[in-house]
Structures are given as structure tokens and as C-alpha cells.
């Protein structure tokens, strides 16, 4: 499933008197959804006449618009006055339209597991007060998962919310661990400062298709280790990870549990603890 945020307007030429469905993002989504691509629409559209034209020709495509939100203001309008030469040049109408009136609670508190990507613009990054909804939205993140079919070139996969925050103490970093290996038991990481010989542990246990919370720790670098519950040796291990103050990271468990492990998680379903620097 692919999530598209934004705007969805009416392009309108006064000199030919047509009107003509536009927007960057409402677009996007019917493009996707005539392509057979499951499809949910994130905007405001009006009820007035022009807004259920515009919800028609979503639904007529197949995007879903459970996401969609409708209110009693007019359908945005780009003016569009087109020289001799077939140049155009916009302006809007903005100001009390549905468009730029997403606002923060009318958003989902959370996404269907099913979604993959989520697609964000054009317009709706400028209006306001939907640019500063989008700004102010959940995180989140899609990772593939299971083992790789060689042969259907397929992998499993799902989707987590990044619930981080802006750092302000930027001696420490904040980490945080994904489980996203399908035949491996629930386990916990470690992280051991390579100066203080300190472990600690990353969070509680997590289970696969599953992600901890996100902790604090001085910045340095680290051996890291997951462990089921129980055991004192280690199911995965990758040495020497540094973590720099102030920044954002995602240690993620991937491969086959049953094949040998690599530090590079470059190798088909070998094992790894993958090092993401989220920001």
C-alpha cells in the first residue's frame, strides 16, 4: 500500500473557460491506482461540487480515500493565465479552501501495516497549515525482511513508526533495535562501550517484525551483541559501531539465523546487524 499526501485542486484557465483536476499529489494517486498499485489518498477535499468531482475521479481510479477527510470550504483553485505562446503562470486561490486545510487531527493515529511507502507533496509542503501537519506527522519506516527469493525476487517486509526526537544533548546518541529476522526467537541487544568495558542493555526484547524504543547512550563506540532470554552467548555480534553525539541510529537484525553471520550484511541472508544512521 502506498499513502500520497497533499493537495488536490482545480487547474482553471479563465480564457478557454475549462477546469481541469490537478494536483501534484492527487495525481500521483490516481496515476498509482490505474497501474493496479493499492493506493490510499491523505488530503482535504471540499463537498462543493468541484471537491466530489475531484473525490469521483479518485474513486473511478481505485484509490482508497479512507484516509481522506471532507469539509464544507471550497475547492482550491489554480488560476492559470496562459500567454500566446501557451505559457502559463499560476495563482491561487489558498486562503479558507480545502486544500491547505489538513490539519494535525485530522490525520490517523496510526497507518495500516499493509503500507510500504508513503508519499508526500507538492504543494501540500507549502500551504498552510498542511505543511506544518506534514511537518509535524509520525516517521516512519519500511524495512524488507525474511529470507530472499532468488527465484520470485521477493522479500517479506513490514513498517514502524520512528517515534524519535530532536536531540539537545548531543553528548549522548540515541539507538534504538529492529528485529527483522523471520526465524529467530525474540532477543534483546547489547551495546559495551570499548573504553569502559560498560554494557548495557539496548531497550527490552523484541520480537521479530518488531522495534524497541529509542535510548540514550554516551557517544563512543561500542561491540554490539543480541542475546535470547536466558543465554550468555551472543546469536549475533558486530564490533568497533560508533555512535557520535546528537545523532539518531537503528540497529537492525537481518538474515537467516541458521547462516553464517557478516559484518557488511552485504551477502544474501547472512546474518548482520545492520548500522543506520537515521539523522
Not at 28 to 35: S, V
Not at 98 to 124: K, W
Not at 151 to 166: L, M, N, R, S, Y
Request: hydrophobic share 40%.
Amino acid at each position: 500500500m502506498i499513502v500520497v499526501c497533499g493537495e488536490a485542486l482545480i487547474d482553471r484557465i479563465p480564457s478557454s473557460g475549462t477546469d481541469s483536476p490537478g494536483g501534484g499529489p492527487f495525481t500521483t494517486a490516481r496515476a498509482l491506482a490505474r497501474l493496479g498499485i493499492p493506493t490510499q489518498f491523505l488530503g482535504r477535499l471540499s463537498t462543493d461540487r468541484l471537491g466530489q468531482q475531484l473525490r469521483d475521479l479518485l474513486r473511478t481510479d481505485g484509490a482508497d480515500l479512507s484516509l481522506t477527510s471532507f469539509g464544507p470550504e471550497p475547492t482550491t483553485l489554480a488560476i492559470a493565465e496562459v500567454d500566446p505562446d501557451g505559457h502559463a503562470a499560476y495563482r491561487f486561490v489558498i486562503d479558507g479552501t480545502s486544500a491547505p486545510n489538513l490539519t494535525r487531527q485530522m490525520l490517523p493515529d496510526s497507518l495500516s501495516p499493509d503500507v510500504s511507502v508513503v508519499h508526500v507533496g507538492t504543494l501540500g509542503l507549502v500551504f498552510e497549515p498542511v505543511a506544518t501537519t506534514i511537518a509535524d506527522a509520525k516517521f516512519y519506516s519500511f524495512y524488507m525482511s525474511g529470507f530472499y527469493d532468488a527465484t520470485a525476487k521477493t522479500v517479506e517486509g513490514f513498517v514502524v513508526e520512528d517515534p524519535f526526537v530532536e536531540p539537545t544533548d548531543f553528548t549522548v546518541a540515541t539507538v534504538r533495535f529492529v528485529h527483522a529476522i523471520s526465524n529467530a526467537n525474540p532477543m534483546t541487544l547489547y551495546a559495551k562501550n570499548t573504553t569502559t568495558g560498560t554494557e548495557v542493555a539496548v531497550g527490552v526484547e523484541i520480537a521479530y517484525k518488531g522495534a524497541g524504543t529509542f535510548t540514550a547512550l554516551p557517544a563512543g563506540a561500542y561491540d554490539l551483541s543480541t542475546r535470547y532470554t536466558g543465554l550468555s552467548t551472543n546469536a549475533l555480534a558486530r564490533p568497533g559501531v560508533s555512535f557520535l553525539g546528537g545523532r539518531v541510529y537503528t540497529i537492525t537484525a537481518r538474515g537467516d539465523i541458521t547462516a553464517a553471520s557478516s559484518a557488511t550484511c552485504g551477502s544474501t541472508n547472512k546474518t548482520c546487524l545492520d548500522n543506520t544512521a537515521n539523522r
